[in-house]
């Protein structure tokens, strides 16, 4: 028997989410990204810039053997606790990872370069600039195509910047890079139809009998009291692979019939 595929979680690290100063733009994108390769996110949590809730969501997804991406907090200014909190949720050291190091000075030098002065290896700032290589023992790298500063990985936990710009494509990279072959495009669709004038109570024998003579297939209630176009109704429907989705979706419909509830259009998504 094959191994089940890894469920894929979402940290998103950073004060300035929590008290509004920024919006999350990373929830929505890595929901896009796994999509777009067939592939779903399980579950997202946010953290604020406290080490000691930093460490024990690390902890967490270290634990729970999911693919977990961590977007923020990798940096090296005094709110950047990240790349600490992984090593204490590991019981490891930090140290400086000598592909991370090369990199860093290879922009050091870039930025030089462009600035049109000298390039001072030993000067504070650039001697400073080398802790964002510092990991913790054991970590690989995850190189960053906007401006070359790395991020890194231990087991399936990758850590990203918290800038859009630079997480995205890095996490593109490595589900291309390592997840290709749970890729599943066009292995999962969704079918529901808008019900007006029933309560979910009403419909939850329905939606029980469809998981049972369908166990492959989830069924789904979204029930809104204010839609701009249907008012308030249910969103009700079947989600899973195509095959398995097609005929629970008709059991679904066959009970509604039997209920006598009035339909709305019905609804596909890939």
Known sequence: MSAPSP?????IVGDEILSGKRADKHLPKVIE?????????????????????????????FAS??????CGGIGATPDDHTRQCAGRA???ALELHPQAEALIRERMQDTAREQGVPYE????????RLNMGVFPKGAS??????????????GSVHFV???????WPMIENVLDAHYSHLFTRDA????????????EATLTPLMEQVEREHPQVKVFSLPSVDHPTWGRHIDLGVKGAPADVDPAYRTLLDGLARLQVKLGPELVRP
Do not use: C
């Open 7 to 11: 469920s894929f979680g979402l940290v």
């Open 33 to 61: 990204l796994l999509n777009a390769r067939g592939l779903q996110l399980a579950w997202a949590e946010y953290v604020g810039d406290s080490p000691e809730r930093i460490t024990a969501t690390l902890q967490r997804s």
């Open 65 to 70: 053997g999911d693919v977990v991406f961590s």
């Open 90 to 92: 590991l019981g490891v």
């Open 121 to 128: 290896p030993d000067r504070p700032d650039n001697i400073h």
């Open 141 to 154: 790298i995850i190189r960053n195509p906007y401006n070359k500063i790395p991020g890194f990985t231990v």
């Open 161 to 167: 910047p918290g800038f859009p710009v630079m997480a």
């Open 188 to 199: 999962y669709l969704e079918k529901s139809v808008i019900v007006f004038g029933s309560m």
